[in-house]
């Protein structure tokens, strides 16, 4: 991956109708599911939310996840409770993840913002509620698609003085 695919990247709120294509939604969970992880125990699952009224039913769960109800598609990480290996760094797994899907969402030419759940944990018990998740199966975060209706330049953000060198 280019170096301006992470430079270029902002987060995306603003989304036009256009419908996103599933050849792009895969790329995106491929992209998701080669993260690293703790012991490589992958803890992850997704739900892919194309459906208007579920859509709304999760943004309305918090006033922080408005775009939720804008997007084309609604990508849940989800973490495998029951299957890890290393239950600490399971959540820094899904943010691996989720990060990469962020990072192929640009890539492929769409919007996308993350919107955080865990570790809040109504967040999370109510997205289980909203998605009738199975047991064993904890919501991690939300990623936002869809294309995007404006144009945001990013900000560089680099700081050499928050860089620590020793020699
Ligand atoms: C853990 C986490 C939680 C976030 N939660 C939300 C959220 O609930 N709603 C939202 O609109 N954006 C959310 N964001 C997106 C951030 O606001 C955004 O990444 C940040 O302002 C930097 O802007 P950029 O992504 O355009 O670089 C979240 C990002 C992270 C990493």
């Known amino acids: 991956m280019k170096d301006d695919i992470i430079l270029s990247r902002t987060s995306c709120r603003d989304f036009l109708p256009t419908p996103v294509e599933d050849e ?10 080669q993260a690293p992880s703790a012991l490589n125990q992958q803890p992850w699952e997704f739900f892919v ?3 208007s009224f579920l859509k709304g039913e999760i943004a309305a769960i918090t006033p922080y996840w ?3 109800k804008e997007c084309s598609v609604l990508l849940v990480v989800c973490k495998d409770i029951k299957n890890l290996k290393s239950n600490s ?11 990469n899907a962020l990072l192929e969402a640009h890539a492929q030419g769409l919007g996308a913002v993350y919107l955080g759940a865990a570790p809040k944990e109504e967040r999370v018990r109510d997205l289980a509620l909203a998605l009738d998740i199975k047991a064993g199966l904890a919501p991690f975060g939300l990623i ?15 700081l050499a003085n928050k860089v ?3 020699d």
């Open 24 to 33: 792009k939604i895969t790329a995106i969970l491929r992209a998701a599911m």
């Open 164 to 166: 620590h060198v020793i």
């Open 66 to 68: 408005g775009p939720a």
């Open 49 to 51: 939310v194309k459906d």
């Open 144 to 158: 936002c698609l869809g294309y995007p209706a404006k144009k945001k330049e990013p900000v560089i953000r680099y």
């Open 89 to 99: 760094f399971s959540d820094i797994d899904c943010a691996m993840a989720s990060e």
